[in-house]
């Protein structure tokens, strides 16, 4: 059972729900992020994903992007991350799932890849631009890992086809809220609540929703139909200020706050 | 700096031997002995992609699941079409009374005289409607939007030549465009942005990044993430993810097409060597994919070699880049060692593009097309050679392969042909043009 598996067996064993907060590595430096991993972990995150820049997020909108732009431009690269996760992920209780592009997994070969991110620590990577059907070979290598590689479904995923990804998906399913790219929204999609319903018949596999979840009323109202919210943009949105040692301070002190809040909205 | 000094290199008689080759290449052993490695190719090339979008281990589809079932549904719709006698013969009439099709095979007589070699002909894709080859690619995938009922096209643009050619297909067909690019590219590609908006487009300029083509398929590809329902992205090259590599590389194939037909209408026989210019390479795989089968026609392409070959200075993924994952496709990229696509380099927009069709990169590797750079200054070399001996502005783009196609002739003997897609008309470029030129002579 990878580290994943445990969080949501215990969940659901107590009747509770996961809160997964996303923040990007490296913005505006590692030392923040390792900041932000023992802070989050420290009011009760249950998993945290952790974003590598990438120079062509597609999936990205506005806050995210601009947040990997910055990492990049920071000179944040993967032999550095790797090594601030290995120094953190002891320190904090939650699993680091990473959000990484197939395009950097291959550059660095997945069996490299594989092997720097347990050694690491990290427990699973979602892969946005890795489909099910592309992602055969990759996947069986995490299966022997105890890696986590998670798969996403969305508002245009068929059902028949959903039911293909969930029997691949591993750790849970990343149910993507909208057919769009990441940022908050105020109003979540009306046919959110019915989707959710329904993919819930098909999998026995824990659901989490990302994309656009950015305010405890999203929690409330999901709590009912899924296992786990994932915010990103709410919390990046807030890097974007850190400076100086002033605003380093305030900033992780407003994202653990706001993550406490989540955390009690769906508690 | 290229001005005086390159018509002097240029005029006649200027032997060289085949060895003395200019342009840039990833094996510098083969310079130009293309008549060996050509016969042993399996003709079963030309049923490639497989079911999954590989051209070999190239191509595929590394998208979010988002757009996979648009991907399906354009893939399915496609093939329904390809059987539709209705669809063909609908887009076969535009070509002709639209496009003005087929496009003429021209003989660069003073050009050829200029290098005292072989002949060099043009396919003169830069007569067709709009300018450049990209509208045989917009009108059959307008034609596509409208079949499988959807209501709205977006669409990238480096050059604005795909733009152009979308808005005109668009407003052909009563079809809302939108078209995004990049903000560099606005600036050096004004009267193509003017045109866009005369059509009706909606341009958005792009921002990120390099503001350039890559950024525009970036926003392009964020635009249907929301939009997939009731928008077609008509994407411009034999890029991205399965099918558009195939469906772009067929629209295009009626040049090769037309050009073997007119090859042996009017010289009994098919050229001796095919030259294009890369960058996404539509233009390139055009031409070449009816060339594949015959086996006896060496087949070359140009990458935009930029400044010079080091990183950020270039746009040749061939060339010099590695094998990886760029807009969902798996081809050659150009890359750092943490897979962060690198900045790139051409004083041409349409070339200025960090990856490369999928097939191109298959080409390679079975050897079938050669592939080589050559550099801007070249470029604009051989942009005025044509220009003041042929009274032809070529596109900057095609500029490049028309440099090689020279180099080649000089080479050669006059009973050779040495063929060269002229993909585009380069007065969208002359403002341009006059800025570089005051740049090189600093």
Redesign the interface.
């Known amino acids: 059972m990878s580290a994943v598996d445990e969080v949501f067996v215990r969940l659901r064993a107590d009747g509770k729900k996961a809160f997964m907060p996303f923040i990007t590595a490296g913005d505006p430096d590692l030392e923040f992020t390792a900041d932000c991993l023992r802070a989050l972990d420290a009011v009760g995150c249950h998993l945290i994903e952790l974003g590598i820049p990438?120079?062509?997020?597609?999936?990205?909108?506005p806050t995210i992007?601009a947040s990997y732009?910055r990492a990049?431009n920071a000179g944040t690269?993967?032999d550095a991350i790797f090594e601030m996760v290995g120094r953190v992920s002891s320190e904090v209780k939650a699993p680091i799932i990473s959000m990484v592009?197939?395009?950097?997994?291959?550059?660095?070969g997945i069996d490299e890849f594989l092997r720097r991110a347990t050694a690491a620590g990290l427990s699973g990577a979602i892969v946005?631009?890795?489909?099910?059907?592309?992602s055969e070979q990759f996947a069986a290598k995490c299966e022997d890992a105890d890696f986590s590689l998670i798969?996403?479904?969305?508002?245009?995923?068929?059902g028949d086809?959903a039911v293909q990804?969930a029997k691949k998906s591993m750790g849970f399913i990343y149910y993507?809220s909208?057919?769009?790219?990441t940022g908050e929204r105020k109003e979540l999609p009306p046919e959110l609540i019915e989707n959710l319903t329904s993919l819930r018949k098909m999998t026995e596999l824990p659901i989490c929703v990302g994309f656009g979840i950015s305010q405890p009323i999203h929690a409330e109202l999901l709590k009912p139909v899924a296992d786990g919210l994932i915010v990103g943009s709410a919390i990046v949105r807030r890097m974007a200020d850190v400076k100086d040692d002033v605003s380093r301070t305030r900033t992780l002190k407003e994202i653990s706050e706001f993550a406490s809040t989540m955390i009690q909205a769906i508690d | 700096m290229f001005g005086e000094s390159a018509q002097q290199e240029l005029r006649p008689p200027v032997t060289r031997p085949a060895k003395e080759f200019l342009v840039s290449s990833r094996s510098d052993t083969l310079a130009f002995d293309l008549s060996s490695s050509f016969s042993s190719q399996p003709s079963s090339d030309s049923q490639l992609p497989d079911a999954k979008g590989r051209f070999g281990k190239f191509g595929g589809r590394f998208v979010p699941e988002t757009l996979v079932a648009a991907l399906d549904q354009l893939q399915s719709e496609y093939e329904k079409a390809q059987g539709d006698p209705e669809f063909q013969n609908r887009l076969d009439a535009l070509l002709k009374d639209f496009v003005g099709r087929p496009s003429p095979l021209y003989f660069a007589k003073r050009l050829s005289d200029l290098c005292g070699g072989a002949q060099i002909w043009f396919k003169r894709e830069d007569l067709n409607h709009t300018g450049s080859h990209k509208i045989n690619n917009t009108l059959g995938q307008a034609l596509l939007t409208l079949r499988m009922g959807k209501s709205r096209v977006i669409a990238e643009t480096g050059a604005g030549q795909h733009g152009v050619a979308t808005a005109t297909a668009c407003a052909h067909f009563g079809i809302p465009c939108v078209v995004y690019m990049g903000e560099e590219d606005v600036r050096r590609q004004q009267p193509n942005v003017q045109s866009m908006k005369l059509l009706g487009a909606e341009i958005h300029p792009v921002t990120t990044g390099s503001r350039t083509l890559r950024d525009a398929v970036n926003e392009a590809m964020r635009d249907w993430m929301s939009s997939v329902v009731d928008t077609h992205y008509i994407l411009g090259s034999v890029v991205g993810p399965h099918p558009f590599p195939k469906i772009v590389r067929d629209f295009q194939s009626v040049i090769g097409r037309e050009t073997i037909n007119q090859s042996k209408d009017r010289f009994g026989r098919l050229p001796d060597i095919v030259v294009a210019c890369v960058g996404g390479g539509s233009n390139a795989a055009g031409m070449f994919y009816p060339f594949v089968a015959e086996t006896d026609v060496p087949l070359v392409g140009i990458e935009a070699g930029g400044r010079n070959s080091s990183a950020g200075n270039h746009a040749s993924p061939l060339t010099y880049g590695e094998p990886g994952v760029l807009h969902g496709s798996f081809s050659y990229v150009l890359q750092d060692d943490d897979g962060q696509t690198q900045d790139v380099h051409s004083a041409s927009a349409g070339l200025d593009y960090p990856g490369v069709g999928p097939e191109h990169s298959y080409w390679m590797s079975t050897g079938r097309v050669q592939y080589r750079s050559c550099t801007d200054a070249q470029a604009l070399q051989a942009f005025d050679a044509v220009a003041t001996q042929e009274g032809i502005l070529p596109a900057l783009e095609s500029s490049h392969a028309v440099f090689a196609a020279m180099e080649i002739a000089r080479s050669r003997t006059p009973d050779e042909i040495v063929l060269v897609c002229l993909s585009g008309r380069g007065d969208k470029d002359a403002a341009e043009i006059q800025r570089l030129k005051k740049e090189f002579d600093k």
Request: hydrophobic fraction near 40%.
């Open positions: 990438y120079s062509d997020p597609i999936a990205d909108g992007q732009t990049l690269r993967l592009s197939y395009a950097i997994i291959f550059r660095l946005p631009d890795l489909p099910v059907d592309e798969q996403l479904i969305t508002p245009t995923t068929s086809r990804i993507v909208i057919a769009g790219i």
